[in-house]
């Protein structure tokens, strides 16, 4: 579940992003944001998952607070921007193992996540080349592989 309460983010150039958003997610909803450019959805997104700082209120993530727990927050969630850093000199298979090293999972659950994760994507196939060859849409799901 994620509660926002209050949420205001004011940028240096003293533009107001966000005015004292209040929002809770339920866990398995899928929610939305839709505005205008400059409306804060971006801003709000990026708080929420720890990349922004905010101004005032509060953000918690399953009960833990973005700002007192980032670290535990943040193994909970997982944020995939538009167009994800990769390294694009290692195969698909070789960057989703650097990153599951980095987080410490297991040989036996990493085999099992990029079976089910590469073959739902279509990716599978493709893991062999190097991420440069790939499409944006490939560059994407390798990233969400790497954050399941």
Not at 51 to 69: A, M, N, P, R, V
Not at 117 to 137: A, K, R, T
């Amino acid at each position: 579940m994620i509660e926002i309460k209050n949420l205001t983010k004011i940028y240096a150039n003293g533009k107001k992003a966000v005015d004292n958003l209040t929002l809770s997610i339920e866990s398995g909803d899928i929610y939305g944001f839709i505005g205008a450019n400059g409306a804060g959805k971006t801003s709000t997104l990026k708080s929420i998952v720890g990349i922004h700082d905010f101004d005032s209120g509060e953000i918690t993530i399953g009960g833990l607070s973005i700002k007192q727990s980032p670290l535990k927050c943040k193994q909970q969630i997982a944020y995939i921007p538009d167009t994800p850093d990769l390294y694009e000199h290692l195969t698909g298979y070789q960057f989703i193992n650097f990153i599951a090293d980095i987080y410490g999972v297991e040989i036996d659950e990493r085999k099992n996540q990029i079976q089910k994760y590469g073959d739902m994507f279509e990716m599978l196939p493709n893991l062999h080349n190097i991420i440069s060859s790939y499409s944006h849409g490939m560059k994407q799901h390798t990233a969400l592989i790497t954050e399941i």
